[in-house]
Nanobody, 117 residues
Framework: VQLQASGGGLVQAGNSLRLSCVAS??????????MSWYRQAPGRQREFVAI???????QYAESVKGRFTISRDNAKTTAYLQMNALKAEDTAIYYC??????????WGQGTLVTVSS
């Protein structure tokens, strides 16, 4: 399984970005994976942002709730993170993660989001 994250960039505070995470090598199993986004700001540990389980269940970190939306398109083996009302503190490298039913984790390479205030 390989994950390719994209969509990061430099934006002003208050604006939006949409990140994508395309999975390959999953075959038909992609729909059974839990897809998550994490982020790591400079000098800080990687932290959970959002998860979209294989079913409709989603969960968000308190810091992004109401601003970020995670979604997935199983036919395209792609997960998305729509980020609205961005703040300077959202600046980080964003990583996507796939967790299989056996709890094997696969990580993407990360995409940098920089929010200027």
């Amino acid at each position: 399984v390989q994950l390719q994250a994209s969509g990061g960039g430099l934006v002003q505070a208050g604006n939006s970005l949409r990140l994508s995470c395309v999975a390959s090598g999953t075959g038909s199993a992609y729909s059974t994976y839990d897809m998550s986004w994490y982020r790591q700001a400079p000098g800080r540990q990687r932290e959970f942002v959002a998860i979209h389980a294989s079913g409709p269940y989603t969960q968000y970190a308190e810091s992004v709730k109401g601003r970020f939306t995670i979604s997935r398109d199983n036919a395209k083996t792609t997960a998305y993170l729509q980020m609205n009302a961005l703040k300077a503190e959202d600046t980080a490298i964003y990583y996507c993660k796939a967790r299989t039913v056996r709890h094997d984790d696969y990580w993407g390479q990360g995409t940098l989001v920089t929010v200027s205030s």
